[in-house]
């Protein structure tokens, strides 16, 4: 769905030297707005020298650009320079900055450096795209050469655009990554964050500039508390990462820090991360709803390590940063072994992945898998354990229902043998839908 709106705004004389503002209403949940304006820059020719040779374009006008938030905060200004600027939170032209568009009103900011005697009329167009649900893959752990890993952040967001990544976040040990210094790539989101990485365990913090003021160092609970709450508090997403990673699990009380998302899938599958994932299991079971994700702990090229290895699938509103982490708060989201791998829809009523609905209104999940291959084995898991579904006879697709015959959650595994001889492992791993 889309807003358009035609402005038109004369700009007088005696206004040559004045920044005038012309405002806009931006609707709830935007996603993108594309702003051009046109005026009468050069004029045609003088006629009196009609029949000489060479005419000059006088520039009779010049109007800048600019565009301001409801905060009255500067999201950018490109002079006289361009005629049309693109912002989304994801993305934005050089000189405005990645911003979510939050409703209220909004100014687009022209600055008459230069009006001809008669004025000057000004066409503004802004055109405001919605936002609508959609399936986003991407990466939630990669590190680069502010840490350990051996690339830059832009030879990383190339790496992830060719892996058919749409977004990835830049999660150095104890180093924030800021989102306005992060290139932009066509198509890719790049999210800010840092991995606290302490020797008591690692945990990712997603979505913001800064998570904490103090040093990443502390040496008592409370002081690691500190760092937790002040990351929760400044919005980020919490993961605890890799828990039973050899050397770096996590040995801290992660429930009592806040925490947002379990990282049950780091890098290839194998049996730290079947740790995790029996780990979050019996938390289910306990009554906890905790959303996973995946991430490939990305340093450099290995056999067995690559970016979008494995990848996290979101459910999310619009490309943005903060759309993607609301998505991943609610668990709107399943984890593959790479960005090619199977996909996963799954329902109960209104509800998808990581939702609630109550078990006596509705009892019947729908899902439908699809890029399955020869051999695939879909299953069940549910309070009471696991139940195949399907063993697949050939690659394909596979939809069915299924009723819950009690509260509980139910969520999706598809397992797959990578290699002969070498038991079946994970090759998709989906959030819950919680019957209560
Ligand atoms: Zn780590
Ligand atoms: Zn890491």
New binding site residues.
Partial sequence: METIYDIVRLIEPKEQGLYLTVGFEMPEDSESLTLRYSYLRHDSGDPMRLGEPFTPHEEVNIVDLGLIDPFGKQVGASGSDKEEVFVSEAQATPGYRRVPLVPGRWEVLLGAYKVQPEGVKVSIEVRIVAKSRRLLKGDLHAHTLASDGVHTVAELAVKAQRHGLDFLAITDHNQFSVLDALPQIPGLTLIPGV?W?HYRG?ANFLGVDQSYDEPFAANTDEEIRTRFMSAHERGALISV??PF?EG?GFQLDFTQLPFDCLEVWNGPMRESNLRAVGLWQSLLVQGHKIPVYGGS?YHRDTPFIFLGGPTTCVYADSAGPSDILAALRRGHAFITFNPSGPTLEMSAGEAIMGDSVSWEEQKWLWLKVDGLAKGDVVRLVTGSGAENLLEAPAPGKFETEYEMPGPGFARVEVLRAFLPGIPRLPALISNPIYFE
Avoid: F, R, V
Wanted: charged share 40%; net charge negative.
């Fill in positions: 991995e990485t690692h990462n890799h990673e770096c702990d």
